[in-house]
């Protein structure tokens, strides 16, 4: 098998404060292979952004990665030094944030930024850098792109800021871009438009997707596998028909259980009762327990790791082969 | 564009018409002229002759008119003490104090904007402490105060450097500069230090503010997830972002450098129009002192015009917005 185009192994990411160290991520290990969207699903705090950041190596002190190991096409780059990870970013790393609208630094000319990236990154000069920005404003569907090359981003709407971004992501020609919620601060109609850019890019790059987001609707539509995640750990991961489809995990099903759809009647959504745990206050065990219906014993004292079901891999003591004592409900 | 420097042209016309009503009411409220100029014992025709002759007989109206006309054209009459036209003295006077204000400014600006950066990129240095320690000074100690202390260390410690005076001048037209001379130079190291010391104390401390605001902005972790140089994000995105404020600060603050170089130059007796105002006030000059309001205020109105114009040739949003009112 060819060697994926991001490894992730084990990850755990501290935020330390003055009271104590928190734990944002604890023990995340997945893959993305060359050319597949891998979305990352979860509540608000679940550790997705962070996950994100920490790949491209942005973790700003407090925070840092403690433990674990991030390979890039077979190279390990979580322990670079400042210089070479600044180099990777960019380069063969592209990133899109969440807010179009505030990525972009007013006072430069979107031309100037885009170019500035390009020639960070090779070596070109201005002249061939600025045709190969106005290439690329062209592929993310930017309309008169030679004209439109000299405004400044308060003259775009919020799609095509985000189009511009997402120039700026791909300029360098990177193995893996991570999308940081890129469309939250969209509307719907442009969400959509902005999901098959990205997703166009993909297939036509052959570039890994890091798609981070809430909303299971996107994951759906462009993902090829997604990792849910629950305070800081992958809770399953797998195939994205497979888990939308047939959840194992007892959160994922809450989740999916959660997506109202137009054609089912009527009935009362399904809800997760209660709420993520604070960091400060994760509890022993499964940190889903006391949210889950499902949770026995073991489950307060013993932490499940992610084990392989078929297609997905889950991290719950239901499925969990070795015998135990409690009753199990019944598994899909 | 040219409809907002237009706009702003006439509101700076306004103002410059209600000073004038102020300046031309010192005449009227500070005593009778006429007592200034004559001796005690003049006898009441001769007062009479001289008040005609300057005109003081005429009703109010008439003489606000005569007396802006005269002033548009930067005739401010006759300076009771010295007898010469105002606007003379004030030539004399003006260099001085342009060339000071001009030097306190631009160090004011350099080692403001410098100390202010290092300040936000190094936060945690000996080097980031002492200057936070120098802008505390900067901030709280009065100017007359620093004044005096640099002369007592530079010039009757040490004798480095002359307590007073502008030094050697050359002349270059009506124009007298100290900054071709060796003297007229080290005269001015002193005087522009004091006067300068607390606009780069606040320069430094909103380069610092601003550096750190726009350091946590969106784009600049996206311009780091771009992967662009340190140097690139600092210097290119993130200080010129920080420069906004700070243009309207120091154009403001280099109108009050003029207006506030009285103490300075009454410290150091440099021969500026602040002294001459100082002087002014002690002899009850009034049309020195009215010409003087005038011409502080004109300078402050033209920087803030000139201020509003820069503006818009940093932050391309303004210009969009000016473009089309709203």
Known sequence: MTVPVLSV???EVEFLTRRSTLRAINGVSFDIAKGEVLGVVGESGAGKSVTGLAVIGLIDPPGRISGGEIY??????????????????????????????????????????????IRTHMSLSETAARKRAIDL?????????????????????GGMRQRVVIALAICAEPELIIA???????????????????????????????????????????????????????AEIGPVQDVVQNPMHPYAKGLMGAIPTLAGEEKRLVQI???????????????????????????????????????????CHLYDTAPSDTAKETAA | MLAFTLRRAIQAIGVMIAVGVIAFSMFRFAGDPVNQIVSLDTPAAEREAVRKSLGLDDPVPVQFARYFANAAQFKFGVSYQFRQPVSNLLMERMPAT??????????????????????????????????????????????????????????????????????????????????????????????????????????MRLVRAEMLEVLRTDYIRFARARGLTT????????????????ITVAGLQFGSVIAFAIITETVFQWPGMGLLFVQAVQNVDIPIMAAYLLMVSLIFVTINLVVDILYTVVDPRLRSTIRRPA
Request: hydrophobic share 45%; proline share 7%.
């Open chain 1, 72 to 117: 890039l096409s077979g190279t390990r780059i979580d322990h670079l030094p400042p210089e070479e990870i600044r180099r990777v970013r960019g380069k063969r790393i592209g990133m899109i944030f969440q807010d179009p609208l505030t990525s972009l630094n007013p006072l430069y000319r979107i031309g100037d930024q885009i170019v500035e990236t």
């Open chain 2, 231 to 246: 140097r690139a994000i600092h210097f290119g995105h993130a200080l010129k972002n920080t420069l906004v404020p700070v």
């Open chain 2, 98 to 203: 342009l060339e000071l204000a001009a030097c306190a400014t631009v160090l004011a600006m350099v080692f403001g904007i410098l100390m202010g950066v290092y300040s936000a990129l190094r936060r945690d240095t000996i080097l980031t402490k002492f200057f936070q320690a120098v802008s505390l000074i900067g901030i709280s100690l009065p100017t007359f105060l620093i004044g005096i202390l640099l002369i007592y260390l530079f010039s009757v410690t040490l004798g480095w450097l002359p307590s007073f005076g502008r030094g050697d001048v050359v002349r270059i037209g009506w124009w007298t500069t100290g900054l071709l001379t060796l003297s007229g130079l080290k005269a001015l190291i002193m005087p522009s230090i004091t006067l300068g010391l607390f606009q780069m104390t606040l320069i």
């Open chain 1, 180 to 234: 940081d919620e890129p469309t939250t601060a969209l509307d719907v109609s442009v969400q959509a438009q902005i999901i098959s850019l990205i997703k166009r890019l993909g297939r036509d790059h052959g570039t890994a997707v890091m798609l981070v987001t809430h909303d299971m609707g996107v994951i759906a539509e462009t993902s090829d596998r997604v990792a849910v995640m629950y305070s800081g750990r992958i």
């Open chain 1, 9 to 11: 192994r084990n990850l």
């Open chain 1, 137 to 157: 404003l062209a592929e993310v569907g930017i309309p008169a792109p030679d004209k439109r090359i000299d405004a400044y981003p308060h003259e775009f709407s």
């Open chain 1, 273 to 315: 009762p209660g709420s993520m745990p604070r960091l400060s206050a994760i509890p022993p065990g499964c940190s889903f327990n006391p949210r889950c219906a499902f949770a026995f014993d073991r489950c307060r004292v013993d932490r499940p790791e992610p084990l392989k079901q078929g297609s997905h891999a889950v991290a």
